[in-house]
């Protein structure tokens, strides 16, 4: 099964960056936009892996701090626009904390540069130049979710472990 341990995001903050992707579709960009409920910030990519119950245990062992987190950037790695998170000491820590539990426990995961950010469309592409507006919101992070990618009548599904 295809596993990711990421932040669920608030209905608020959800409703924020749907409105900037409705403002990107209206000024031309297309691409696969992200739908609403499959929102989130990955902390760490597992990938196929099959012992669900092993990284559960290494999320409930990794002590998580309560934080703010605010939309504050935009950007794209190549084609995918994301929208990013004001710098976030805590969060930070708590990756570099929950990615070394990982590795102790032999669990293997993407180990890229943690760029914390919410992917909103990927092969994005416009044929005219466009503007990002990234709406203020915010919210609280009290827990982090050991996600399942499942494909569902052709559509990739986020369901929550």
């Given at each position: 099964?295809?596993?990711f341990?990421?932040?669920?995001?608030?209905?608020?903050m959800?409703k924020?960056?749907?409105?900037?992707?409705?403002?990107?579709?209206?000024q031309g960009v297309?691409?696969?936009y992200?739908?609403?409920?499959n929102?989130?910030?990955?902390?760490?990519?597992i990938?196929?892996?099959?012992?669900?119950g092993?990284?559960?245990?290494?999320?409930?062992?990794v002590?998580?701090p309560?934080?703010?987190l605010?939309l504050s950037?935009?950007?794209?790695f190549?084609?995918l626009?994301?929208?990013?998170?004001?710098?976030?000491?805590?969060?930070k820590t708590?990756v570099?904390?929950?990615?070394?539990?990982?590795k102790n426990?032999e669990?293997?995961?993407d180990?890229?540069?943690?760029?914390?950010?919410?992917?909103l469309i990927?092969?994005?592409?416009?044929k005219?130049?466009?503007?990002?507006?990234?709406?203020?919101a915010?919210?609280?992070?009290?827990?982090?979710?050991?996600?399942k990618?499942?494909r569902?009548?052709?559509r990739?599904?986020y369901?929550?472990?």
């Amino acid at each position: 099964m295809r596993l990711f341990i990421g932040i669920r995001l608030s209905d608020n903050m959800k409703k924020a960056l749907v409105a900037c992707m409705h403002d990107l579709k209206k000024q031309g960009v297309e691409g696969k936009y992200v739908p609403a409920q499959n929102l989130h910030l990955t902390l760490a990519f597992i990938g196929e892996y099959d012992d669900p119950g092993k990284v559960k245990n290494v999320i409930e062992k990794v002590p998580l701090p309560q934080f703010r987190l605010s939309l504050s950037e935009k950007g794209n790695f190549g084609n995918l626009l994301w929208a990013g998170v004001k710098g976030n000491q805590k969060l930070k820590t708590y990756v570099k904390d929950l990615r070394t539990a990982l590795k102790n426990a032999e669990i293997p995961f993407d180990n890229d540069k943690f760029v914390p950010h919410i992917t909103l469309i990927r092969k994005a592409a416009s044929k005219k130049p466009y503007e990002m507006h990234l709406p203020k919101a915010e919210m609280t992070v009290e827990k982090v979710s050991l996600l399942k990618s499942d494909r569902k009548d052709g559509r990739v599904v986020y369901r929550e472990i």
